[in-house]
């Protein structure tokens, strides 16, 4: 790895087939990367590290986040995060982020992320603070099926208002056989002047499976 920082590697994407596994510390000595892609690690930053000046693409699964990571991450424009852990110990500084995607995180310390003034894609999977997502200008809304249950059960309904800015809507998983779900993609829809854009894939539900 350190050979490769010396000759300014660009692109890592590093994937773990095995048990959880902490990366070298050498992966942060490569200070030229543009995309850090880590599947099944621990993300931990020595004491040292400034962050990654040149980073614009992040891709991580099922990373584990070390308690007090904080990063710098000027040119960051993407940041994906999927199935990781202690989210809300990845405390970093992107203020050129426009694409955000966070899907099955048990944490939502990235609210804070949605401020960011060049932000204007987000797909964010049953989040709970979903008036913050909302307030988001020209901002795309990803939902399943089993959030549009929700939806039409009334439990969002005061968020709703802030729905005038989405200008992407993009249903995922639905059941057109579902009347609950099809209530609340109306519900979304109808309170979405502004979309332009409309994306719906089916998928239909489990049977048996309990919602409520």
């Not at 994937?15 to 099944?40: K, T």
């Not at 982020?97 to 401020?115: A, G, K, N, Y």
């Not at 998983?173 to 829809?189: E, H, K, P, R």
């Amino acid at each position: 790895m350190l050979i490769l920082a010396r000759n300014n590697l660009r692109v890592l994407d590093f994937r773990n087939s095995n048990r959880i596994y902490q990366i070298p510390s050498s992966v942060f000595s490569c200070l030229e990367l543009r995309v850090l892609g880590l599947v099944n690690c621990i993300f931990k930053l020595p004491l040292e590290f400034k962050g990654f000046q040149n980073l614009e693409d992040i891709v991580f699964s099922k990373v584990n986040f070390s308690r007090g990571t904080v990063i710098n991450l000027p040119q960051l424009k993407a940041l994906t995060l999927f199935r990781c852990s202690n989210v809300n110990s990845f405390n970093i500084k992107a203020e050129m982020l426009q694409i955000l995607r966070v899907d099955t995180c048990p944490e939502d310390m990235l609210l804070r992320l949605l401020h960011s003034r060049h932000l204007y894609a987000v797909k964010v999977c049953l989040l709970k603070s979903l008036n913050e997502l909302l307030r988001i200008r020209r901002s795309a809304f990803t939902i399943d099926g089993y959030f549009l249950k929700f939806m039409a059960a009334g439990t969002f309904s005061e968020w709703l208002s802030h729905a005038k800015w989405l200008t992407r809507l993009n249903f995922q998983s639905v059941s057109l056989g579902d009347l609950d779900q099809l209530q609340g993609a109306l519900c979304m829809i109808r309170n979405s002047p502004n979309v332009k854009l409309l994306r719906v894939t089916y998928m239909p539900m489990v049977k048996g499976l309990k919602v409520f």
